[in-house]
């Protein structure tokens, strides 16, 4: 029975080898051009959880699949099939943040708050 033979001493480069790396971590290699390799990514998540890797529109914080496109979303106001109230239109948040500010500011403000809403009701 004839046993194997080891590998024993230094191992030469192979011919023609440099022993130099080929890809340079500190300078990636990348078929995209490099404004795109430098801006910033979309936020939004895949479906495996992992973050959207393409670029975002500029201005934007979403890619032009992610909803960064323009025209994309819903419409505004009655046009948006959820419409139902008016509960939520930015006019109502505007106030309601207002009276929050208004209320949290003294126990006159509360008042005031309080006779304007009488005011308008009646």
């Not at 191992?11 to 390799?37: I, W, Y």
């Amino acid at each position: 029975m004839e046993g194997g033979q080891a590998i024993v001493g230094n191992v030469s480069q192979p011919p023609g080898g440099s022993g130099k790396m080929e890809a340079n971590p500190m300078h990636p290699q990348s078929r995209e051009p490099s404004h795109l390799r430098l801006s910033r990514r979309c936020c939004a998540r895949t479906r495996h959880g992992m973050a959207c890797q393409s670029p975002a529109i500029s201005g934007k914080m979403r890619c032009r699949m992610h909803g960064g496109a323009m025209g994309s979303g819903a419409p505004r106001g009655e046009r948006n099939g959820a419409y139902r109230t008016g509960l939520h239109t930015a006019e109502t948040v505007a106030f309601r943040r207002m009276c929050r500010g208004v209320a949290g500011a003294s126990a006159d403000g509360l008042a005031a708050v309080l006779a304007y809403l009488r005011s308008e009701a009646g």
